[in-house]
C-alpha cells in the first residue's frame, strides 16, 4: 500500500515481482498505482483513502503483511483516522516500510506494541528500478522475512560497549516531527536507531537538541546510526549531542537510504557490539514472521 508518497506504477510493478520471486503473493492496495489524477497533492490519495487501505489490509486475516510502496511524506496524518481497537483485534503482523514509514512504526509500537520491519521499500528504485534490486539489500530482506538477519556493519563506534535492549527509532526528522503527539517517541531502555537523508547538519542538530529537550532519549540504552546521505559529515554533531549520554553508540550502519539498505525489526531485541563493530537485530514475534 501506498500511506506516504505517490509512488511509480512501473516501480512498484516491478518492485512487486521481486517480492513474488520471493514467494510471496502480492495484492496491491487501491492507490498504489493510481492514475496520477487520483493523487492529492504530494500524497498518493486522500487521508481517509489512505487510512482506509491501511486498515483494511491490516485487518485482513488473508494478509500476511503490509509492505508500503514508498515514503515521501503523510504517514504521520493516518494514526488519527485509524480504528485502533480494531487493528489489536486482527493481531500482529508485519510493516515493512522506512523513512516517512517510521510514523506508522511509532504508531504501531505505542499503541500496539507491535513490532515493525524497517527496511526496504518498491519506490523510489530500491527494489523496482530497472537495474533490479540491490544484491545485499535483497539478500537481507529476505533474511528478515523468513529467517533470522545476519548481523549489520558498521564503520566505527564514537562511544564503544555492548548493548542488549528492544531496538526502536527510525527516521530522525519523522522522530523529531512526533514529538508533541500521542506517538511521541519515549526511548528508556531501548537501542535507538537514527537515519536521514537530506538534512544539514544545522538541521540534524535541531532535531537532535528537540528529542533532547523532550526527553526522549532519557534513560536510552545506546544508538545506533544508519545512514546520513547527501547530509555533509554529521558525526561531530552527533557526537557531539549523543556521547554525554555515556551509552555505546555504534556508526556507519548501511541501514535508512541508499543502497545497500539492511532491515532491522523496531520492536525487536538488538545487540549493539563495538568490538565487532556490529548491530544484531532479532525479530519478537519469530512464530509469526511472514
Known sequence: MAPSGPPDPAEAERGAGVLRGLGLTVVFGEHVTAAPAGHHRYLAASDAARAADLQAAWCDPSVAGVVCARGGYGATRLPGLLDWAAMAAAGPKTLLGS?????????????LGV?????????PRTLGGEQGPDPVTLGHLASALFGTPA???GTHALVPGQAVAPLAGGNLCLLAALCGTPDAPRFAGRIVLLEDVN?????????????????????VAGFALGSWLRCGDPLPVLAELLTPFGVPVLAGLPVGHGRPQHCVWLGGFGVIDTRSCSLTSLFRYSDQAM
Open 99 to 111: 523513512s516517512d514509514i517510521t510514523a506508522l512504526h511509532q504508531a504501531l509500537a505505542v499503541r
Open 115 to 123: 513490532a515493525g520491519c524497517f527496511g526496504p521499500m518498491l519506490t
Open 151 to 153: 548481523p549489520i556493519h
Open 199 to 219: 538534512e544539514a547538519p544545522y538541521r540534524i542538530d535541531r532535531m537532535l537538541t528537540q528529542l533532547i529537550a523532550a526527553g526522549a532519549f532519557d534513560g
